[in-house]
């Protein structure tokens, strides 16, 4: 908790707070990313959450990627995701790093 209210302090929303907690957690569990082996800095990882089906038989696949590794794929896991009538969720630290960068220097 002390994290979302310190992101709070530093001028992030509620929403933002928590997804940045969620996706440092995800980085802190998964470390690396899967295909590049590069270790994962929660400023510039992304986390990308699939949910397959809905109510009790839904199935949710989550990955942590580099964001530049990402960005090659965003695409196809969009279009898919389209396709298919799966959710995507995307918590990406590149833009929620900025954001805090952007209040905290008035300039």
Avoid: C
């Avoid at 928590?18 to 994962?40: K, S």
């Avoid at 898919?80 to 905290?104: C, F, M, N, P, Y």
């Amino acid at each position: 908790m002390d994290g979302i209210l310190r992101a709070i302090a530093d001028g992030m929303s509620m929403e933002d707070a928590t997804d940045f907690e969620v996706l440092r957690y995800a980085v802190g569990r998964q470390i690396t990313d899967n295909q590049t082996g590069a270790v994962l800095d929660v400023r510039r990882a992304v986390l990308l959450t699939l949910t397959i089906g809905s109510g009790d038989t839904a199935k949710r696949v989550a990955e942590v990627f580099e964001g530049e590794r990402f960005d090659t794929l965003a695409g196809h896991y969009r279009t898919t995701a389209a396709e298919r009538g799966w959710t995507l969720e995307i918590i990406d630290g590149r833009v929620l790093h900025a954001s805090t960068q952007k209040k905290a220097d008035p300039s």
